[in-house]
């Protein structure tokens, strides 16, 4: 249905904007989208798939020129396509997350990182080796916002983003519940190819440059580093994440 709606400032909604971060909404959860807004005039075969799909679950459509996209987006790279949905995040905790597991737990727990870029690409990397989660801290973090959902390309409705007040406690929580938790260092004495990751494990990564903080570190039950062959020091985080992350998956893959 098209409409000329024009309320566009609402407290109980947020907006992101791309084909993948729409999709993946549309499909995992169609009933938190308010409304579509897209650029008039664009027919292609991808806008063309995008429609039918918010025809086929009763999205409101909304025809837009390219300044109203621009204002709604902060001149961020929309692809023409922006969407109103509920601003309530579901509300995901640990236990929700390890309830019901069929394979052992594998985690990725961001402390410190505050670049809506890098969280983005933290959630793709995550979906990308099916980790069962991401965990961060509720402050000194960016949060998933308009931006690191855009990023993300669908991931931050796909991956559970758990937030946490306490980073150290939940580490703790996750060790009670027989996870084995990993901190990626740059100074650990071992890498990151021989430690045994087939059990249920977390990786712990923290901002580059700054790395965990202190507490997170000391809380960690073994901490591993990643070898490096040349003259950089650090990587980012997304690309350690990966690296780690898929280390797990490649034992585990063996293993079986």
Not at 27 to 34: G, M, S, Y
Not at 152 to 157: E, T
Not at 232 to 252: D, H, K
């Amino acid at each position: 249905m098209m409409s000329d709606h024009r309320s566009e400032s609402r407290a109980d909604t947020r907006l992101i904007h791309g084909f993948h971060a729409v999709t993946a909404k549309l499909r995992q959860a169609a009933e938190d989208v308010r409304e579509l807004f897209i650029a008039e005039g664009r027919q292609d075969g991808r806008m063309r798939d995008l429609l039918k799909l918010a025809a086929s679950v009763g999205v409101r459509v909304v025809l837009s020129d390219t300044a109203r996209l621009d204002g709604l987006t902060g001149g961020h790279g929309h692809q023409g396509v922006v969407a109103r949905v509920s601003a309530q995040m579901r509300h995901v905790t640990l236990d929700d997350v390890l309830d019901g597991l069929t394979e052992p737990a594998l985690l990725l727990v961001l402390d410190g990182i505050t670049d809506p870029h890098n969280l983005g690409a933290c959630l793709r990397v995550a979906d990308a080796a099916g980790a069962h989660a991401v965990v961060a801290p509720k402050d000194k973090a960016v949060g998933l916002n308009a931006t690191a959902i855009k990023v993300a390309s669908g991931a931050a409705d796909t991956v559970p983003y758990v937030v946490v007040t306490n980073l150290a406690r939940s580490l703790r929580e996750m060790q009670e519940h027989g996870i084995w938790v990993m901190g990626a260092a740059g100074e650990a004495p071992h890498d990151i190819y021989s430690i045994d990751q087939t059990v249920a494990c977390a990786w712990v990564l923290g901002a580059e440059g700054a790395g965990m903080r202190r507490l997170t570190g000391e809380t960690c039950d073994q901490l591993a580093r990643i070898p490096m062959h040349g003259s950089v020091e650090s990587l980012n985080v997304s690309v350690s994440a990966g690296i780690c992350l898929f280390e797990t998956r490649r034992q585990r893959g063996l293993k079986r």
